[in-house]
């Protein structure tokens, strides 16, 4: 029997990869976007745990900057997905009293989705009972390469903290721990500047199987490595 018992030493702030959508999907014989509501539904049950046992930041990859080169009616089933989400699921984030919030290049969203989204960051704002941040349209080297250009202009020489600050993430913490489902051991292109000292776990778990047992397991196994920031043990 698996322990589902809280470790003391939670991370602040996780960092969820859902992969595996697309192969659980294709495992029933059904279409992907298929797949992807699955997804949701399992967003919903772990985002709601992770807060309800105290960590405070939860970051998802929802739609990378790569994703809108897909097909696109999986596309456009990604964007009614989302528009569902923040509609459906905005009082329970209120009466939660989570704050939600979005990183990445919206702009190209159909207008409606983008209303919708901009509707749910502005309710939500005064929430403090947990802050999700949602990355749409996100790619780690766009975000970077953006922060650079704005340094650039100013003709400002940065340390780490104002580099910092001219990220998407300029007000949350650096994630403690990145969980990526589905088998692959990569970032792709995910918060490649704050993860610097990330932990990482990685499982062949797809994300629609994605569950609380495992979620304890990953947290006990966090709780157990000791984090040296390239530091030696004192
Ligand atoms: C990767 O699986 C997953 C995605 C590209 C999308 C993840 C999105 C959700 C879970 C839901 C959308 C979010 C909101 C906010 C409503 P994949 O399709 O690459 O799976 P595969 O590797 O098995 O093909």
Request: glycine share 6%; proline share 4%; hydrophobic share 35%.
């Amino acid at each position: 029997m698996k322990s589902e018992k809280i470790p003391q030493n939670l991370p602040r702030h996780i960092a969820f990869i859902m992969d595996g959508n697309g192969r659980w999907a294709k495992k029933r014989f059904l279409p992907r976007k298929a797949g992807h509501r699955e997804g949701v539904k399992t967003m919903r049950r772990i985002v709601d745990e992770c807060f309800k046992i105290g960590i405070p930041y939860l970051t998802v990859y929802a739609f990378s900057t790569e994703n809108k080169n897909r097909p696109q009616d999986e596309v456009k089933a990604l964007f009614n997905l989302m528009e569902e989400y923040f509609t459906e699921f905005l009082n329970e984030l209120l009466e939660k009293n989570i704050c939600v919030r979005t990183m990445g290049d919206t702009s190209y969203f159909p207008e409606t989705l983008r209303n919708i989204i901009a509707d749910a960051i502005e309710k939500s704002a005064s929430c403090t009972g947990g802050t999700l941040n949602i990355a749409l349209n996100y790619g780690s080297r766009d975000e970077i390469l953006r922060a650079v250009n704005v340094a650039v202009k100013n003709g400002a020489v940065l340390d780490s903290d104002a580099f910092s600050r001219l990220l998407y993430t300029s007000d949350l913490p650096d994630p403690d721990l990145v969980v990526r489902t589905g088998g692959e051991s990569r970032l792709s292109n995910f918060m490649l500047y704050q993860c610097a000292y990330s932990e990482l776990f990685f499982t062949k778990t797809l994300w629609p199987d994605f569950n609380k047992t495992l979620l304890y397991e990953i947290l006990n196994d966090y709780s157990a490595r000791e984090r040296r920031f390239g530091k030696v043990k004192p």
